[in-house]
């Protein structure tokens, strides 16, 4: 098993950069690919990026795409998320997640297993 928190969250203006970190606990992070997931009041929890166990491939939905840099340091056991050019769509609790189920598209929260508590991530206009 592995266990989450994610820090970083906080309130910025538009346009503004926030870094978000995901600190796991255990010794097998990095058998795990990790993604971030977000979920905005009243809507559904949504994909928002993900790196392979190694590091050597990233995907980021197309709502960040540019914006948005997925990175790892298995040594530290840490996921990251720079957040540059923030819009306050961007709005919303930023949790992270370990993949179990890699059968299940990268994108789909079934997929993954291991959830952080979120951390708030507000952006004012």
């Known amino acids: 098993q592995v266990q989450l928190v994610e820090s970083g969250g906080g309130l910025v203006q538009a346009g503004g950069s926030l870094r978000l970190s995901c600190a796991a606990s255990g010794r097998t992070f990095s058998s795990y690919d990790m993604a971030w997931f977000r979920q905005a009041p009243g809507k559904e929890r949504e994909f928002v990026a993900s790196?392979?166990?190694?590091?050597?491939?990233?995907y980021y939905a197309d709502s960040v795409k540019d914006r948005f840099t997925i990175s790892r340091d298995n040594a530290k056991n840490t996921v990251f998320l720079q957040m540059n050019s923030l819009k306050p769509e961007d709005t919303a609790v930023y949790y992270c997640a370990a993949r179990t189920i890699l059968a299940i598209s990268k994108t789909s929260s079934s997929g993954y297993s291991y959830w952080g508590q979120g951390t708030q991530v507000t952006v004012s206009s």
């Open positions: 790196i392979r166990r190694s590091g050597e491939r990233t």
